[in-house]
């Protein structure tokens, strides 16, 4: 299992941007996936996530109404808009798939929302 993410970086806030996460080594089409993320000295936390076919979708309290996730099942690909930024969503972001009873990880990608 390989989940590498892209699209981060520094955003002012108020701003935008999207996270990608390319998913490979599994059968992507039949599993949630999610993204959490990780503020410095905090837990990981569940940011959001989207059922394999269904289109269902959870969010966290905290982004909901500003992040949308989605998915593209021909591209293996989870995506994360992230829309109306605060400095409180900076953090390392990461994608997450629960497969054979583990959960994988990506390498993370930096979102750092600052003037």
């Known amino acids: 299992v390989q989940l590498v993410e892209s699209g981060g970086g520094l955003v002012q806030p108020g701003g935008s941007l999207g996270l990608s996460c390319v998913a490979s080594?599994?059968?992507?089409?039949?599993?949630?996936m999610s993204w959490y993320r990780q503020a410095p000295g905090k837990g990981r936390e569940l940011v959001a996530r989207i059922a394999d076919r269904s289109g269902w979708m959870q969010y966290a309290d905290s982004v909901k109404g500003r992040f949308t996730i989605s998915r593209d099942n021909a591209k293996n690909t989870v995506y994360l808009q992230m829309n109306s930024l605060k400095p409180e969503d900076t953090a390392v972001y990461y994608c997450?798939?629960?497969?054979?009873?583990?959960?994988?990880w990506g390498q993370g990608t930096q979102v750092t929302v600052s003037s």
């Open positions: 080594g599994f059968t992507f089409s039949s599993y949630d």
């Open positions: 997450n798939v629960a497969y054979m009873m583990r959960d994988y």
